[in-house]
């Protein structure tokens, strides 16, 4: 392989003997890191998503440097460098649609580790830890979202700290400290700033425990079955890096249609008004990718055994909904991975994604309209339901009953019906061709 | 005062969302721009109509505090005529050596001064409500310069059972249908510099689209830049495709 060469470069030698960096990024991205050949292109979102922190890492800290945290000049700052910083609007805009590009690439990763069963032994740790990313990156947005001032950011935080006052007994205390006085102010913002630029790099430093947690057994892969030795795998170098970066290059062509022919498209247009107090917007909506977890709150319009308000038990049962993903590895106890074995399973995982995406369209509509006659409340209350059954009843149930599929003996095996050879296992790619 | 505010925030929030229930049905009729698409472009001769627009009738009442007379020269103005019309306006300066504040008249580098010297008086003559900067407004409202031509356009006779409060118009556009604003452009309020004429349909597409460039005077750069990177990235995303194709040929 080429990087034999480069070993034997003499500053190479010297600094790898001293920190053998050579060797470590070798066997993490590189020829030294066998990885199952079957994967298919839905295990190309975790690179995408490293690709998009890293993007709003640099765009953020070069709008940091022109932003203004304060409410009386944050909405004209931000105004600043969409028209005198040059390629500002560039860098606005890759920022603001980053953001939502992240969470579509985060929700499918999320959402293909749920079909292929990648949370099970031995990997849960690596799930969990994907968990807490999306947990610190739902914070960050959200606390991003506020920035610039506009209408949707003041009653946008407005409305989700407001969640807080629902704890029983202090939490009017609470949440005045939260905001830092008696109401969402200059000190609010303040502190969401100084937390939306500290949070990135705690969630980067949480990838490098996911790709730790990654590397211990590698990556699950569409059969859901272990690999058995070199004749299932692939080197990561030349084979996944050249995958990637094919796949980040078809990320990038979509990304940046948005940022430059639609940029505003996933944005709500009341954030161009400044934030004013005393107005409030007719329809407060939160960013998209929140939208289904704001159906899930607002589904509950009822108390709840007149014990728990209903405020309270829409706080809960919002919060619920993510921190549910963490108990995943421990619902689903079935030995069968892959959905490609699990029939019934498969049938009930796009029934959940059905009403994930009804949640969705269901936040984004306002509480008292209706569709077609049906009021959104309902509808919103029939797919929470399913989204809970899912996992607290189907999920353990499938583990006792369902019959699987018989799984591959390996993933050579299925692999190699095609007619194709044992190349793969064998091959010296990459030689001069 | 702070214990007031959240009342007061209820109260506004019911009297919108009964406004919301109004509007319903309110359409706003798709029109072409030639900015739209990612080829879009402004109209020079259409921006300096608008501008016209703004400064004849508009600014009486709107501000448009992030347009500096500077960025005039994106409309096709030169280093001379933004000069000139900057000159036009009076700007308050200072303070000055002895603490006073003075007037002169006005610089390339100033902003479009307000029509009110603040929100309360501006609030104060226009009957309770200030009327909003424009700057932004193109992106501040959904379907923004289609919203922009349909509310200029959008004033007619109340229909008989329709009380109207006082000192406010009917608006087939405007959430609601009772609109602060007085219908602003009639027939030949201006008479245009470059010989345009001036219907009504034709003054509230030029206002419409001359908010557009204010509300995102970057917008060409934008798409003309997109379209380099596109193209950049498309031939890198093939070559990309070429060399995964190569490097997986024997791998099955």
Redesign the interface.
Known sequence: MSDKGMMNNPVVKWIEYRLPIFSFMDHSIGSGYPTPKNLTYLWNYGSLAGIALVIMIITGIMLAMQYTPHVDYAFDSVERIMRDVNYGWMLRYIHANGGSFFFIVVYIHVFRGLYFGSYKAPRELLWILGVVLLMLMMATAFMGYVLPWGQMSFWGATVITNFFTAIPWIGEAVTTWLWGGPTVDNPTLNRFYSLHYLLPFVIFAVVFLHLWALHRFGSNNPLGIETKGPQDQLPFHPYYTVKDAFGIGVYLIAFCAAVFFFPNALGEVDNYIPADPLNTPPHIVPEWYFLPFYAILRAVDFDFLWIVPAKLGGVILMFAAVLILLVVPWLDRSPVKSARFRPWYKGAFWIFVFFTLVLGWVGANPADADFHGVPFVIIGQISTLYYFIFFLVIMPLLSLFEPPKPLPASISEPVLKGGGTMAGAHAKPMEKA | M?KL?PG???T??VL??G??QAAEGVKIPERHWSFDG?FGYFDRAQLQRGLQIYREVCSGCHSLK?IAFR?LADLGFSEEEVKAIAEEYQIVDGPDDEGEMFERSGVPSDYFPSPFPNKQAAAAANGGAAP?DL??MA????H?PDYIHALLTGYEEPPADKELLEGLSYNVSFLGNQIAMAPPLLEGVVEYADGTEATLDQMAEDTAAFLMWT?E??MEV??R???K??LF??V??AI??A??K???R???
């Open positions: 702070r505010l007061l925030a209820a506004l929030l919108n969302l406004a919301a990612i992030y960025n909003p700057s932004l992106k501040a409202r959904a923004g509300a005077p970057k934008r798409k830049t997109g379209i990177v596109i990235l498309l890198m995303t990309l495709y060399a995964k190569k490097v997986w024997d791998a099955h």
